[in-house]
Nanobody
């Protein structure tokens, strides 16, 4: 069993910053790509940023230059530093990871999400 737990969400004013964390635990052999996604009310879930095992990163155009994704492979943890936040960044943020388990099975695992609200 593999679990992802997000933390770091909250209420912030426009222009402010937040740092999200995603910690993976369980029967993990290795973690390949990881990513952050978000879903606002009434909208579909969308990609925010991804990072590969080799630390190659990819960002949605809407967050380029403001958000930074990173990972600590030793700790099986991923981060999303969010700066210059805008009201349109308000959403529930989910982490995702492609995990190879000790049973040699590859799973795509999702966290339960953490709410980010940008409002004055």
């Amino acid at each position: 069993q593999v679990q992802l737990v997000e933390s770091g969400g909250g209420l912030v004013q426009p222009g402010g910053s937040l740092r999200l964390s995603c910690a993976a635990s369980g029967s993990i052999l290795s973690i390949n790509s990881m990513g952050w996604y978000r879903q606002a009310p009434g909208k579909e879930r969308e990609l925010v940023a991804t990072i590969t095992e080799s630390d190659y990163t990819n960002y949605a155009d809407s967050v380029k230059g403001r958000f930074t994704i990173s990972r600590d492979s030793q700790q099986n943890t991923m981060y999303l530093q969010m700066n210059s936040l805008k009201p349109e960044d308000t959403a529930n943020y989910y982490c995702n990871a492609d995990v190879r388990t000790v049973a040699r099975v590859t799973l795509s695992v999702w966290g339960q999400g953490t709410q980010v609200t940008v409002s004055s």
